[in-house]
């Protein structure tokens, strides 16, 4: 494992994380919504016929974030910034999971050419969450919770990196039964608590997420082999939405089963297969 940093021509300064560089071809992972490079540790030693290139997108893990209104867009096109900056001499395949996705998605818009014909997307935001949505009620509840970390001044610090909400949202999407993989788990996302930026733009880019989907980029997506991956108990990308979004883009799908959203700690193994089966 090596860890480097790049500068973008925007300014910012996006670290990365390199594994099996000896290998070919290149296979780029993006995080989710408040996560970083960690998230994919599972997942690393089980790709080892690929060279993986892990960034901290801006505002997460350890990439600065560069200003407070930073919107998917701009993550898009620094995204591909990084991407023409690693000068990798060939398309990468790229994975995009959750927020990611979406992040991935901006990128291909803006810029298809930088991206190999092959593209994962796992546990995508299928579409935007509407008014009688079943995942409406958990959009709530984090806005309210994004807001008043944001703007209450004394006890707002505390709520964002608290550790008992943070282990009560993680337990909702959680499926394993281990109790040495589910504390794993709570121990990433305290870590994870490190790093928020500011609580002020999770807030804003959480509405946007939520108000975006893979189906607002089904022009560009058509143009891609896309597979999209999901667990067959996620109720943040619920099955029935991704169904629906996969039709809508042209993508093959695959279900884990008896999994969340969280597949990617839960259960590695079955998600690095489908990756690397639709690779091959």
């Known amino acids: 494992m090596t860890k480097r940093a790049v500068t973008l021509p925007q300014g910012n300064i996006v670290t990365y994380w390199t594994h099996h560089t000896d290998k070919r071809p290149t296979l780029i992972l993006v995080h989710g919504f408040t996560g970083s490079h960690e998230g994919f540790q599972y997942l690393v030693p089980l790709l080892q016929e690929f060279r993986l290139i892990i960034p901290d997108l801006p505002g997460f893990g350890v990439s600065p974030l560069p200003h407070h209104t930073l ?19 060939q398309p990468p395949h790229v994975i995009g999971h959750s927020m990611g996705s979406l992040v991935v998605c901006e990128a291909i818009k803006q810029h298809p050419e930088l991206f190999a014909h092959k593209l994962i997307l796992a546990s995508p935001v299928p579409s935007p969450v509407s008014l009688l949505d079943s995942r409406k009620l958990g959009v709530i509840a984090s806005r309210l919770y994004y807001i008043a970390s944001h703007r209450l001044p004394y006890i707002g610090r505390r709520l964002a990196t608290s550790k008992k909400i943070t282990k009560l949202s993680t ?8 109790k040495k993989l589910q504390q794993a788990i709570h121990e990433h996302h305290f870590t994870n608590l490190n790093y928020i930026s500011s609580i002020g733009w999770y807030a804003h880019l959480h509405k946007e997420i ?3 989907g893979i189906t607002q980029y089904s022009s560009t997506l058509k143009a891609f082999d896309v597979l999209i991956i999901n667990g067959e108990k996620d109720v943040v990308t619920p099955l029935k939405h991704q169904q629906k979004a996969a039709a809508t883009v042209q993508a093959k799908i695959i279900t884990i089963p008896k999994v969340g959203h969280l597949s990617h700690y839960e259960k590695p193994t079955q998600l690095a297969t489908a990756i690397v089966d ?3």
């Open 278 to 280: 639709f690779l091959r």
């Open 71 to 89: 919107s998917l867009a701009e993550l898009g096109e620094q995204l591909a910034s990084f991407i023409q900056s690693l000068n990798l001499g």
């Open 171 to 178: 337990k909702l999407i959680m499926t394993a039964r281990d």
């Open 210 to 212: 939520n108000n975006t």
